[in-house]
């Protein structure tokens, strides 16, 4: 089985002026993610899943140094292009392996028709059946935001600056692109996140100076759970 590869990952709750501030300098040498739009953003929208206990949302809020949690997530409202994913962190730092995973598979997990996944030649798939089978891991919430990402090859470094965060409260309806949301965080603030793998190039550190905004454990997830 291939090692897994973990990275680091930081974040921070930034201001208006804070963004741009930092973005002026950092596109001077990172390049912006190549599925960016015009605006050089993206759309993001994921389905989390937790269990009857608020497994996922209480390991976040305690600190719990070993966790992970599943997700379902696609771009710029594009079906064709789904991913089933798994987070995990274990002492501060991060790895993520994914699946695609097409548009009817997830209504059927949404309509609880799981029996599928046991017999996938998809080790993640598997994995997700024995989570809600016996773990009862259910679709819980869903997370909108938009993103503006940068990438930099020495250190594999990726920045991005996530914007206008959203929580579809209670609802699972995935695929709604109408579906009602509210903010989960405060439009004033913008969460920037760092991410890379062994170090982080010095030149990055320059740019990405937040002064008085010390990184923080944010989660997304964990902000749309505040509203059900």
Same mark, same amino acid.
């Given at each position: 089985?291939?090692?897994?590869?973990?990275?680091?990952?930081? #974040?921070?709750?930034? $201001?208006?002026?804070?963004?741009?501030?930092?973005?002026?300098?950092? @596109?001077?040498?990172?390049?912006?993610?190549?599925?960016?739009?015009? /605006?050089?953003?993206?759309?993001?929208?994921?389905?989390?899943?937790? $269990?009857?206990? !608020?497994?996922? *949302? @209480?390991?976040?809020?305690?600190?719990?140094?070993?966790?992970? #949690?599943?997700?379902?997530? %696609?771009?710029?409202?594009?079906?064709?292009?789904?991913?089933?994913?798994?987070?995990? #962190?274990?002492?501060?730092?991060?790895? #993520?392996?994914?699946?695609?995973?097409?548009?009817?598979?997830?209504?059927?997990?949404?309509?609880? /028709?799981?029996?599928?996944?046991?017999?996938? $030649?998809?080790?993640? %798939?598997?994995?997700?059946?024995?989570? @809600?089978?016996? !773990? *009862? *891991?259910?679709?819980?919430?869903?997370? /909108?935001?938009?993103?503006? +990402?940068?990438?930099?090859?020495?250190?594999?470094?990726?920045?991005? %600056?996530?914007?206008?965060?959203?929580?579809?409260?209670?609802?699972?309806?995935?695929?709604?692109?109408?579906?009602?949301?509210?903010?989960?965080?405060?439009?004033?603030?913008?969460?920037?996140?760092?991410?890379? !793998?062994?170090? *982080?190039?010095?030149?990055?550190?320059?740019?990405?100076?937040?002064? !008085?905004?010390?990184?923080?454990?944010?989660?997304?997830? +964990? +902000?749309?759970?505040?509203?059900?």
């Amino acid at each position: 089985m291939k090692d897994l590869k973990f990275r680091n990952e930081i #974040k921070h709750y930034i $201001n208006i002026s804070d963004y741009f501030s930092i973005r002026s300098r950092l @596109m001077q040498i990172m390049r912006i993610d190549k599925n960016s739009n015009a /605006d050089r953003e993206y759309r993001i929208r994921s389905l989390y899943f937790d $269990n009857i206990r !608020d497994k996922v *949302l @209480m390991e976040k809020i305690n600190g719990i140094n070993k966790r992970e #949690k599943f997700r379902i997530r %696609f771009y710029n409202d594009d079906h064709s292009f789904i991913r089933l994913e798994k987070k995990s #962190k274990i002492n501060g730092l991060c790895n #993520k392996i994914s699946e695609s995973i097409s548009k009817n598979e997830c209504k059927r997990i949404l309509n609880r /028709d799981i029996d599928f996944l046991k017999v996938s $030649n998809k080790g993640l %798939f598997v994995e997700l059946y024995s989570k @809600m089978k016996w !773990d *009862l *891991l259910r679709p819980k919430t869903i997370v /909108d935001y938009t993103r503006e +990402a940068y990438v930099y090859p020495v250190g594999n470094v990726r920045i991005t %600056f996530d914007k206008n965060i959203r929580t579809g409260i209670h609802s699972k309806n995935l695929f709604d692109k109408d579906l009602p949301t509210i903010n989960s965080v405060d439009n004033r603030y913008i969460v920037l996140e760092v991410k890379y !793998d062994e170090f *982080l190039p010095a030149i990055i550190q320059d740019i990405i100076q937040t002064n !008085d905004r010390p990184a923080q454990s944010i989660s997304k997830y +964990a +902000a749309a759970r505040i509203y059900g």
